[in-house]
Every structure is written in structure tokens, then in C-alpha cells.
């Protein structure tokens, strides 16, 4: 996800747009997804079905899923990149021939703008810090830089003409290994680095599309079929209503991405007493905590030999003992209770440190104190969908939602 917070006041101050750091916290009623008899929001199925457009999805999948990633078309004629699709961040994010040194950069296809008759551009320079990368190490700190320009987006068929691109020239070298090219931000405008409407709310407010919802089918990489479906939603895959989450209203509007709160975080039905918000970052691969401490709450209902082994927030568990831990980890959003399988717990091997494995939330934090950060871990075992009108984040199960 990117940095969120700074952002927002260096862009005022200078004219190269900085996203910098996001930083990144008990007691309802718990009734399970499967449970809820009525959908609460009748017509986002109908309206899924109407007018929506989906696109399939691959799985970058080292030691655990990654990332989802699907097919993006810039310019006229249209060239192909892939792209994550990212609620965590709000631009559109692609290399362009001019980043020809950088690792981050030349492992990608790049967008040549001398081969699009629609290309514009005022040359304004923009960077962008994430605050979380493509992987699960807890210091990415991927940074871009690049110029802001306007070009044509498509996406499954529907293209949005003069969208705001961040064309990078320069890419630290963690976007290198990633499987996509680029990516595209599915956050609200407020949270955008080169001052671009998002991509979506384009969609929404040319009346490309019917609803203004999108849906993600992040599916694990066994199982297949991930999806991401805008203008609707794809009931096909869903095994339950759609539930809404209790949205923290403040902080959405603050950082430009959808919040929730959450009033507690449970180990094996034993609580840890946390309750707080968090944003829900598609981006995200794993779970991150706002302190190393709120990690370790967490950690120790699970076992006595999870240690913190990177002080920016990274944690492992002897690998040995990866088969015989066992850890139901259920986060109540409202009246849901979303539950995180025991095969979360190891990512992989942790790199560097033979015999560990590398556990599924980093501490650290994204910057903004009490916010935590949940991303593909939970992600993959829902459908979600996405209302940007109302600001609104809903859930329903899947074939893989955990009993
Ligand atoms: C871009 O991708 C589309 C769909 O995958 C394909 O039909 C088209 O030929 C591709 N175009 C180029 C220039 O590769
Ligand atoms: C590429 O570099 C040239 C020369 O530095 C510059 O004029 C141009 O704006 C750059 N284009 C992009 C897309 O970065
Ligand atoms: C790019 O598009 C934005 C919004 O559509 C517009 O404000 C801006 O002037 C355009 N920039 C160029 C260089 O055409
Ligand atoms: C990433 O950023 C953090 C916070 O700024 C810093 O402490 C850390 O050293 C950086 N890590 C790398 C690999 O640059
Ligand atoms: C989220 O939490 C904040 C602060 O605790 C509270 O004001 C707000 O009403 C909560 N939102 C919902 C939808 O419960
Ligand atoms: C919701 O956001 C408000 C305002 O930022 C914050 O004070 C509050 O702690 C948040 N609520 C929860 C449950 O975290
Ligand atoms: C844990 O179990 C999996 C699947 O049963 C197996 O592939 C793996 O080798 C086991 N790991 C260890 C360290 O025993
Ligand atoms: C799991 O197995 C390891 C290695 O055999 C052992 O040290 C550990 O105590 C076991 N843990 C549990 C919870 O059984
Ligand atoms: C994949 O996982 C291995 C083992 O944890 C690690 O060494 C490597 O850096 C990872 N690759 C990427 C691209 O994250």
C-alpha cells in the first residue's frame, strides 16, 4: 500500500507530488457469513449481472500468494501490460522506455509514449513511496519517480480516454521480481500521489458502468479462477450475501481508502483484546500491525517460539513447527466474523534465516498510529466488493472461507 499520510501535505507544498508514509486497531454479536439469511443489499447482484465487465486474474505465488494481476491497455494503438489491481493506492503506475537502467524496471514491459497518438503530458515529475511492497519482507520500500501524463486506460473493454498516469523512469529494485508490470489504484482520489481522478471513479462518472462497484475474487493460486469484476459484482462466486462492514467514515475520508473497524481479533477463540481500524488493501499481501507489539499480542496466544527477527517487523516461527501450530485467527467486522485459516501462519521460508519460516503479520506499522493493514491473507478466503459511492466495503463467503 502506499504511503498515504505526508502525501497529502508535501504535494501542497511542492510540485513533485510525494506520497509519503502511510503508516498504517471488542464485543458485538458474532453471527458467521454463511449464517446471514437476507442479502442486505438486494441489488448489487442484479446490477452485477446488468453491466459489469470482469477480467480473470493470475497469482504472483512465492511461498504463499502475493498478488492478483490482470491485463491493462495504455495508448492508442493499444499497448498490453499486466497490473496489480490495488484498493491500497489510488494511481496508475507503469514504467516507461525511459526507466532503461533500473532492475526495478527493465524485468518489465515498458510504455513507449512516441507509439500513442493520444499521449500527453506537461512533464510535472511525481514520486511515490509504498509503504508495503509486492512481497511480504517488512522493509520493501519500493519508491518511484516519473512524470505525470494523460493517455488512454482500458480494462476488460472499458476504457477510460485522458486518464492521469504516473510514468516511472525511475523503480527501486523490489518492483523487479514482481509478475506484473504496473499498478493500478482502485483507492479513492484523495489518496492519489500524481493528482489523478482514479481509474474506477472515471468508469463511474462517465457511466461506463452501471454500479458503482467493483469486486474482487482474490481466489488462492490451487483453486484459481481470481477475478476482478468492475461495475458489479459476480454472484457466481460467492456463497453467501454480500454483508457490509462497519466503515471507519473518519479515516476513509482522511487517507482516501476504505477503513473498517473492528472490535477484536480472536486466537483459537481466545481474544487479544485488540480492537481498531484498518484499511483493507488488495496490495497487501500479508497483515500488517501498526507496532511489533500489537504483532506479538497476537503471536503469543499463538506459540512461545514465534520471535520478532527484523526490528522493521518481521517475525518467524521454526519451520519445524509449522505443522503442529495450529491457529484460527477470527476478526470481528460488525456482526461478521471473518476467519483466517491455520494454513496463513507461515509466508515461507524467511530469507536469510535458515529453519525459519516467516509468519503472516509484520509489525512495524504503515505510520498512522493504531491502523493495521489487512491484505491478501484475508482477502483470499472472501468476495469482496467495493461501493465507491458510498464509501462502503461488503463481504460474502467463498468456496474457501474457512468452517
Ligand atoms: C493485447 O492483448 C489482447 C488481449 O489479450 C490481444 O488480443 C492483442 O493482440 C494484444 N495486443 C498486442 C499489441 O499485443
Ligand atoms: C523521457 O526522457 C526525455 C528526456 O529526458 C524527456 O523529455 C521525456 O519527457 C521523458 N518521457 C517520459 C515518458 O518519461
Ligand atoms: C490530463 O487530464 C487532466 C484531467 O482529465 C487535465 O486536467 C490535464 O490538463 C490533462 N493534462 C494534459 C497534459 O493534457
Ligand atoms: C525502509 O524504511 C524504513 C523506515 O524509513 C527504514 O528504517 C529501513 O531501513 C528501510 N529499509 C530499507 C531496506 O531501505
Ligand atoms: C468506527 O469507530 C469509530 C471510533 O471508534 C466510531 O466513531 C464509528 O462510529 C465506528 N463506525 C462504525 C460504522 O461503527
Ligand atoms: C476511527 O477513526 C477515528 C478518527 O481517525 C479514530 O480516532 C478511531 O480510533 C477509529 N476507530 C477505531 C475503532 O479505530
Ligand atoms: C508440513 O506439511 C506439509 C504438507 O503436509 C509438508 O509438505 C511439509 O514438508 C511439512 N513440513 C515440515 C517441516 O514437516
Ligand atoms: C512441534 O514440533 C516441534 C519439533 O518437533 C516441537 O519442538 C514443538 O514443541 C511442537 N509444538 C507443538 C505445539 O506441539
Ligand atoms: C521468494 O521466497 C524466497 C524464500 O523465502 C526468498 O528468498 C525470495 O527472495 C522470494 N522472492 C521474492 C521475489 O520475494
Not at 514482481?178 to 482514479?198: M, Q
Not at 462497484?213 to 462466486?237: H, I, M, Q
Not at 481500524?277 to 514465534?306: E, H, R
Request: hydrophobic share 40%; aromatic share 8%; glycine share 10%.
Amino acid at each position: 500500500m502506499e504511503f498515504v499520510s505526508l502525501a497529502l501535505t508535501f504535494s501542497a507544498l511542492v510540485n513533485i507530488a510525494v506520497a509519503a508514509s502511510i503508516p498504517a486497531r471488542r464485543g458485538p454479536v458474532v453471527v458467521s457469513l454463511t449464517a446471514r439469511r437476507s442479502p442486505p443489499r438486494a441489488s448489487f447482484g442484479k446490477l452485477g449481472k446488468r453491466a459489469a465487465s470482469s477480467e480473470p486474474l493470475g497469482d504472483w505465488f512465492n511461498g504463499t500468494d502475493l498478488q492478483w494481476f490482470g491485463q491493462v491497455q495504455i495508448g492508442t494503438p493499444p499497448q498490453n501490460f499486466t497490473s496489480e489491481f490495488d484498493t491500497g493506492s489510488s494511481d496508475v503506475l507503469f514504467p516507461s522506455t525511459n526507466c532503461t537502467s533500473d532492475p526495478g524496471c527493465t524485468a518489465h514491459k515498458r510504455f513507449d509514449p512516441t507509439k500513442s497518438s493520444t499521449f500527453k503530458t506537461a512533464n510535472q515529475a511525481f514520486r511515490i513511496d509504498f509503504a508495503t511492497g509486492g512481497g511480504v519482507a517488512p522493509s520493501d520500500n519500493e519508491t518511484a519517480l516519473g512524470i505525470i501524463a494523460n493517455d488512454t486506460v482500458a480494462i476488460a473493454g472499458l476504457a477510460v480516454a485522458n486518464q492521469v498516469i504516473g510514468l516511472t523512469y525511475s523503480q527501486t529494485p523490489g518492483f523487479g521480481p514482481e509478475t506484473f508490470d504496473g499498478i493500478l489504484g482502485l483507492g479513492f482520489g484523495l489518496a492519489s500521489t500524481t493528482g489523478a481522478k482514479p481509474f474506477f471513479q472515471s468508469l463511474v462518472d462517465n457511466k461506463a458502468v452501471d454500479a458503482p462497484v467493483y469486486g474482487l475474487y482474490f481466489s488462492p493460486l490451487k483453486v484459481g479462477n481470481a477475478e476482478l469484476t468492475l461495475g458489479g459484482v459476480d454472484s457466481a462466486k460467492m456463497t453467501s450475501a454480500l454483508v457490509p462492514i462497519p466503515m471507519n467514515t473518519t479515516q476513509t475520508q482522511e487517507i482516501g481508502l476504505f477503513v473498517i473497524n473492528f472490535s477484536g481479533i480472536a486466537v483459537n477463540k481466545k481474544a487479544t483484546g485488540i480492537a481498531s481500524s484498518a484499511v483493507i488493501d488488495s496490495g497487501t499481501s500479508n497483515v500488517v500491525a501498526p507496532s511489533n507489539d500489537d504483532a506479538m499480542a497476537v503471536y503469543k496466544l499463538i506459540s512461545p517460539n514465534i520471535k520478532l527477527v527484523d526490528p522493521l517487523g518481521g517475525f518467524a516461527i521454526p519451520c519445524d513447527e509449522v505443522n503442529n501450530t495450529s491457529a484460527t485467527i477470527d476478526i470481528t467486522m460488525g456482526t461478521l466474523r471473518v476467519r483466517i485459516p491455520p494454513q496463513e501462519l507461515s509466508v515461507g521460508p524467511y530469507p536469510g534465516k535458515p529453519g525459519l519460516c516467516q509468519t503472516f503479520i509484520n509489525g512495524g506499522g504503515v505510520g498512522i498510529p493504531g491502523l493495521w493493514v489487512i491484505g491478501g491473507t484475508m482477502l483470499k478466503y472472501y468476495y469482496s466488493a467495493w461501493d465507491v459511492s458510498k464509501q462502503e466495503l461488503s463481504l460474502a463467503t467463498t468456496m474457501q472461507t474457512a468452517p
